[in-house]
């Protein structure tokens, strides 16, 4: 089976601050790991992805990513917070085997503070 | 550019009744999925279809049925609403890529209110 858990279910931060979104999965076998947005009143819209090539993963918007198997986690970061940036952030897994699945995390949302 | 299309936006019914949840993609995608958004829970998937002609059981598949009709639609149906299913619906269509690596393509929500 597998699972990803998101640390703190609201994060705030100061506009120009660091942004640091966690997320640990779990897998049985190697995963494929998605970051999503919601912005109020929308469906989600994909941030970026790590699909087993390069560990550090660059989206939009400046977020990365990185994939640290020791850790079994893959947390969002963005060195300077936008007010635009606020909104829930979801993690999600999937493998190759049952890729069909998609299982995302219960989400955190962001609030920036100006 | 149409993307996924959810209809209706907003639906309110009662207990019993029943009621389908229309979902249409134009990207040519085979995979297509329902999930319902509750807070604090995250997106739960209740059904997804790998390709037309299959569907399997997602996570929350109790009280729901789906169809997949043709290549572009994915129904879901509700055949007596319950206040449990008070919710929001969103349909997503796979992108294609190698197995497991194609992103999600998300409809603007189904807001369902069961009285």
């Known amino acids: 089976a597998q699972s990803v858990t998101q640390l703190g279910s609201h994060v705030s931060v100061s506009e120009g601050a660091l942004v640091l979104l966690r997320c640990n999965y779990s897998s049985s076998v190697p995963p494929y790991l998605f970051w999503y947005v919601q912005y109020p009143n929308q469906g989600l819209q994909l941030l970026l992805k790590y699909t087993s090539a390069a560990t550090l993963v660059k989206g939009i918007n400046g977020f990365e990513a990185e994939f640290k198997k020791s850790e079994t986690s893959f947390h969002l970061t963005k060195p300077s917070a936008h007010m635009s940036d606020a909104a829930e952030y979801f993690c999600?897994?999937?493998?190759?085997?049952?890729?069909?699945?998609?299982?995302f995390g219960t989400g955190t949302k962001l609030q920036v503070i100006p | 550019n149409a993307g996924v299309t959810q209809t209706p936006k907003f639906q309110v019914l009662k207990t019993g009744q029943s009621m389908t949840l229309q979902c249409a993609q134009d990207?040519?995608?085979?995979?297509m999925y329902w999930y319902r958004q509750d807070p604090g829970m995250g997106l739960r998937l209740i059904y997804y279809?790998?390709?037309?002609?299959?569907?399997d059981k997602g996570e929350v598949p109790n009280g729901y049925n789906v169809s997949r009709l043709n290549k572009r639609e994915f129904s879901l149906r509700l055949e007596s609403a319950a206040p449990s299913q008070t919710s929001v619906y969103f349909c997503?269509?796979?992108?294609?890529?190698?197995?497991?690596?194609?992103?999600?393509?998300f409809g603007e929500g189904s807001r369902l209110t069961v009285l």
């Open positions: 990207m040519n995608h085979n995979s």
């Open positions: 999600a897994v999937t493998h190759s085997g049952g890729y069909q699945k998609v299982t």
């Open positions: 279809s790998a390709s037309e002609g299959t569907t």
């Open positions: 997503a269509s796979r992108g294609q890529g190698g197995p497991g690596t194609g992103e999600l393509f």
